[in-house]
């Protein structure tokens, strides 16, 4: 996502939430507002972090909306259109638009890109549900970003098959391996994981 001060300040507003000022503070367990396959708005545990580094320096966009909100994520972070489906953020364009949580927390609504920005920031974080689609910002942002899982894939068909892995794998893995596992991911990707132990943890249940 965008500069992790943007990205928690959402978290930060939401009533349920309970975390620490510091934008890495967000950890597996913790409470996100994310968005079903309905596209019902609903809170959701952080299943594991695809990212969680303050250091870390890319190009991100700024996708600035008609009713004053904005959304700030990396060029290759997915984002769901209501026009387009799901693009990269670096292919959003004025006039597309995004879904945003509306005036009543529990619904969404529709609001246009009205400016595109792009800017160099520091930190990079990305926190996994078992929706795969989560609100930053009051903005319906996509978990997953180009690459995560290695190969070329265009965006739809990317977001859709992150999804499928995510229901099945978020609802066998032991919870104790993801835990076990979080910071190696946060902060090295999914390469960093080590499969035999996968497999092992997976066996044994636990």
């Known amino acids: 996502y965008g500069d992790h001060r943007d990205l928690h300040k959402e978290y930060r507003r939401q009533r349920q939430m309970c975390i620490r000022d510091s934008a890495d503070a967000l950890r597996p367990g913790d409470a996100v507002l994310a968005v079903d396959a309905a596209g019902v708005p609903a809170y959701a545990p952080v299943e594991l972090r695809a990212h969680a580094d303050a250091g870390a320096e890319a190009t991100f966009v700024r996708l600035e909306l008609a009713g004053g909100r904005a959304l700030t994520l990396t060029r290759g972070h997915y984002v769901p259109t209501a026009n387009r489906g799901v693009v990269e953020a670096g292919a959003v364009e004025a006039g597309d638009e995004l879904s945003i949580l509306a005036a009543d927390g529990a619904t969404l609504a529709r609001d246009a890109v009205v400016a595109v920005v792009a800017a160099r920031h520091a930190g990079l974080f990305a ?80």
């Open 127 to 206: 926190p996994l549900t078992k929706r795969g689609r989560v609100v930053v910002d009051g903005v319906v942002a996509s978990e997953y970003s180009r690459g995560m899982l290695g190969g070329a894939r265009n965006a739809p068909d990317a977001q859709a098959l992150y999804e499928a892995v995510a229901r099945v794998a978020f609802a066998v893995v032991p919870t104790s391996w993801l835990r076990a596992s979080d910071a190696a991911v946060a902060k090295g990707g999914f390469a960093a994981l080590d499969v035999r132990a996968f497999f092992a943890r997976l066996l044994l249940g636990k």
